[in-house]
């Protein structure tokens, strides 16, 4: 039997990756994200699994596990260390809905053999922790699939790394995703470094100001970054319970203040601070701040309010005009603290070029065509698969001719 292959979902939007890969002995499939518009794609049927069929996550991100409440409890479920941790605690605090599948943990560099097909999974860098790459062998074909990746994160190392062993590895298939392709033109990408460095400039040209933090809740490195800087400079960082308690379990640290008025479970009492007090020196606060309790900038006179890839994310989700009006209304001036989790446009082609795939497969994009086009215009062999078609090495060979002819 030959390999077969299907891309589920994640081929013309971003998230929602599904591809299953069945080979006479065993079934894998990576990553399980939510599906928000049928036509983007569909779940794998799981109604009759087979005793060798596994799901492998690239990252805790929801468009890559938003759909794992649905896997039925005989299928396993792989994912890094760091993210098995993370998911424990994205429960614990109520941003994860529990499921009935089994959740395993796997190290970096290991191989996990479901039937006849090995997978090892790599570690990588994207915005949020345990964030892996996964080179996938089968029978007759060998796959690298990248997740979300950036090359101007924390730790492009190991991105590098990977990707060295990858173009020895001899794929003959890239999964690459595609995000900074799907606008008209790049979006301004502010490296997370830099971002560290305009936080500091920030800290230092606003003593006198309260400043209000709305980071992604999932991002703990970045939050813990960022407080450590504040209280460099002689400012605690105040947060909110469920954030506390990630800094804490993912990042073993405390050294940060709570607010009482939100921890109606009494977590945090040896670390309460209450809104009088900050209101009394709002210049020695950091107060990190969801867009549910945005209603906290009444309490000041002015202030900055710092947005940090929190939620909500941009101008397309309607919440966001809900939170300008309060900024505007609290008189607070509104900062771009933002740092994309994704490869530049240059980043992608450079990845590509490095792996040297038989065939480079753009996806998790709204525009895979434009990455296609610019792969190969630097002589990279692309193709754009279609949704529920079944694939084998062969035909995929055949299709990826006729795209790049």
Same mark, same amino acid.
């Given at each position: 039997?030959?390999?077969?292959?299907?891309? #589920?979902?994640? /081929?013309?939007?971003?998230?929602?990756?599904?591809?299953?890969?069945?080979?006479?002995?065993?079934?894998?499939?990576?990553?399980?994200?939510?599906?928000?518009?049928?036509?983007?794609?569909?779940?794998?049927?799981?109604?009759?699994?087979?005793?060798?069929?596994?799901?492998?996550?690239? &990252?805790?991100? *929801?468009?890559?596990?938003?759909?794992?409440?649905?896997?039925?409890?005989?299928?396993?479920?792989? #994912?890094?260390?760091?993210?098995?941790?993370?998911?424990?605690?994205? =429960?614990? =605090?109520?941003? !994860?809905?529990?499921? =009935?599948?089994?959740?395993?943990? *796997?190290?970096?560099?290991?191989?996990?053999?479901?039937?006849?097909?090995? =997978?090892?999974?790599?570690?990588?860098?994207?915005?949020?922790?345990?964030?892996?790459?996964?080179?996938?062998?089968?029978?007759?074909?060998?796959?690298?699939?990248?997740?979300?990746?950036?090359?101007?994160?924390?730790?492009?190392?190991?991105?590098?790394?990977?990707?060295?062993? %990858?173009?020895?590895?001899?794929?003959?298939?890239?999964? /690459?995703?595609?995000?900074?392709?799907?606008?008209?033109?790049?979006?301004?990408?502010?490296?997370?470094?830099?971002?560290?460095?305009?936080?500091?400039?920030?800290?230092?040209?606003?003593?006198?100001?309260?400043?209000?933090?709305?980071?992604?809740?999932?991002?703990?490195?970045?939050?813990?970054?960022?407080?450590?800087?504040?209280?460099?400079?002689?400012?605690?960082?105040?947060?909110?319970?469920?954030?506390?308690?990630?800094?804490? !379990? *993912?990042?073993?640290?405390?050294?940060?203040?709570?607010?009482?008025?939100?921890?109606?479970?009494?977590?945090?009492?040896?670390?309460?601070?209450?809104?009088?007090?900050?209101?009394?020196?709002?210049?020695?606060?950091?107060? @990190?701040?969801?867009?549910?309790?945005?209603?906290?900038?009444?309490?000041?006179?002015?202030?900055?309010?710092? &947005?940090?890839?929190?939620?909500?994310?941009?101008?397309?989700?309607?919440?966001? !005009?809900?939170?300008?009006?309060?900024?505007? %209304?609290?008189?607070?001036?509104? !900062?771009?603290?933002?740092?994309?989790?994704?490869?530049?446009?240059?980043?992608? *082609?450079?990845?590509?070029?490095?792996?040297?795939?038989?065939?480079?497969?753009?996806? &998790?994009?709204?525009?895979?065509? %434009?990455?296609?086009?610019?792969?190969?215009?630097?002589?990279?062999?692309?193709?754009?698969?279609?949704?529920?078609?079944?694939?084998?090495?062969?035909?995929?060979?055949?299709?990826?001719?006729?795209?790049? @002819?």
């Amino acid at each position: 039997m030959m390999v077969d292959f299907q891309f #589920m979902s994640g /081929l013309n939007t971003i998230g929602g990756n599904i591809i299953d890969i069945c080979s006479e002995r065993g079934r894998v499939i990576f990553d399980y994200g939510e599906i928000l518009d049928p036509t983007t794609g569909s779940l794998p049927d799981l109604s009759s699994p087979t005793e060798n069929t596994a799901i492998f996550i690239s &990252h805790l991100h *929801i468009d890559h596990i938003g759909s794992l409440k649905y896997v039925p409890k005989e299928v396993p479920i792989y #994912m890094s260390q760091a993210s098995y941790i993370l998911y424990h605690q994205l =429960v614990e =605090v109520g941003e !994860e809905f529990p499921i =009935v599948a089994s959740v395993y943990p *796997i190290a970096y560099q290991e191989t996990i053999e479901i039937g006849d097909i090995q =997978v090892i999974a790599k570690q990588s860098d994207h915005d949020i922790r345990g964030a892996s790459a996964f080179f996938v062998e089968t029978p007759d074909v060998k796959f690298v699939y990248s997740g979300d990746v950036r090359l101007t994160g924390n730790d492009p190392e190991s991105v590098e790394e990977w990707l060295e062993e %990858a173009n020895k590895f001899r794929p003959d298939l890239l999964l /690459l995703e595609g995000t900074t392709f799907s606008f008209e033109e790049e979006r301004e990408h502010v490296p997370e470094k830099a971002l560290y460095i305009y936080w500091q400039e920030l800290l230092k040209n606003n003593p006198l100001d309260v400043i209000f933090l709305n980071p992604y809740i999932r991002a703990t490195e970045r939050l813990l970054n960022l407080s450590k800087q504040a209280k460099a400079v002689g400012r605690d960082m105040v947060l909110e319970p469920q954030y506390a308690q990630l800094l804490k !379990e *993912i990042e073993n640290y405390n050294d940060t203040y709570v607010l009482q008025e939100l921890d109606a479970e009494g977590l945090f009492k040896d670390r309460w601070i209450n809104l009088a007090a900050i209101q009394k020196q709002p210049a020695q606060y950091v107060v @990190q701040n969801s867009f549910e309790n945005r209603s906290l900038m009444d309490r000041f006179d002015s202030g900055i309010y710092g &947005h940090s890839n929190g939620e909500p994310l941009g101008d397309y989700d309607e919440r966001y !005009e809900k939170l300008l009006e309060t900024i505007e %209304a609290n008189h607070f001036v509104l !900062e771009n603290l933002n740092s994309g989790g994704h490869a530049t446009q240059e980043d992608l *082609i450079k990845i590509a070029q490095t792996v040297d795939a038989k065939v480079t497969i753009p996806w &998790h994009s709204f525009k895979p065509e %434009a990455l296609a086009e610019a792969l190969t215009r630097m002589g990279i062999v692309s193709m754009l698969p279609e949704l529920d078609v079944v694939y084998s090495i062969n035909r995929l060979n055949q299709a990826s001719l006729g795209e790049n @002819q």
